[in-house]
């Protein structure tokens, strides 16, 4: 079965510092991948995908996320933490088949932002 | 402004009532979608709906019912049957165009005591 896991629910990091948020996939086709990003009692925001084209896909807000098939990975980064980065990030899978988008999502990492 | 609304806000409900939440797109797409997402969990899907007049049931469909009689607009209804209503509800829709990204709208809270 398909499935994302993003380890660790929650991460914390200075401003301006490294931000690395993990997701692993599993998927016995070439998957979709995305990271949204959700601030409080929001919906879904799209940050960046991969669909198959560059491995190295820069998204919105500074972030960007590396495909790495021989992993299974697609993690988020950004090279330096801003205190309005504070929100939870999901990865999300579509398989893309049958004609039917159907998302799969990771359970969610919240960041937090120090001063 | 294209986009997906979603009202009301918050939804307050007691224990035993059915209660519809509103789900309604200006984005022209053909397919929608609703998830429930409760704390540490992601997102679940309840119910799809790929075209007018025809919608499947997601992984959690148990005490949900859904309709899709307009293009634009796709209510759920929490009924009675629903053990643990209480919840943040986000419903989402998406393109035929093979981009399979999904687009949300800002969520509703419904809280059942």
């Known amino acids: 079965a398909q499935s994302v896991t993003q380890l660790g629910s929650h991460v914390s990091v200075s401003e301006g510092a490294l931000v690395l948020l993990r997701c692993n996939y599993s998927s016995s086709v070439p998957p979709y991948l995305f990271w949204y990003v959700q601030y409080p009692n929001q919906g879904l925001q799209l940050l960046l995908k991969y669909t198959s084209a560059a491995t190295l896909v820069k998204g919105i807000n500074g972030f960007e996320a590396e495909f790495k098939k021989s992993e299974t990975s697609f993690h988020l980064t950004k090279p330096s933490a801003h205190m309005s980065d504070a929100a939870e990030y999901f990865c999300a899978v579509n398989l893309g088949a049958g004609g039917y988008n159907k998302l799969i999502f990771g359970a969610g990492t919240r960041l937090a932002v120090h001063p | 402004d294209g986009g997906i609304t979603q009202s009301p806000k918050y939804l307050f409900r007691k224990e035993g009532q059915n209660v519809t939440l509103s789900c309604e797109q200006n984005l022209n797409h053909d397919a929608m979608y609703w998830y429930r997402q409760d704390p540490g969990q992601g997102l679940r899907l309840i119910y799809y709906s790929q075209i007018v007049n025809d919608f499947q049931k997601g992984d959690i469909a148990e005490g949900y019912s859904v309709s899709r009689e307009k293009k634009e607009s796709f209510p759920l209804t929490v009924t009675s049957a629903q053990k643990n209503p209480t919840a943040f509800y986000l419903c989402?829709?998406?393109?035929?165009?093979?981009?399979?990204?999904?687009?949300f709208g800002p969520g509703t809270r419904l809280t059942v005591t």
């Open positions: 989402a829709s998406s393109p035929s165009d093979n981009s399979y990204e999904q687009y």
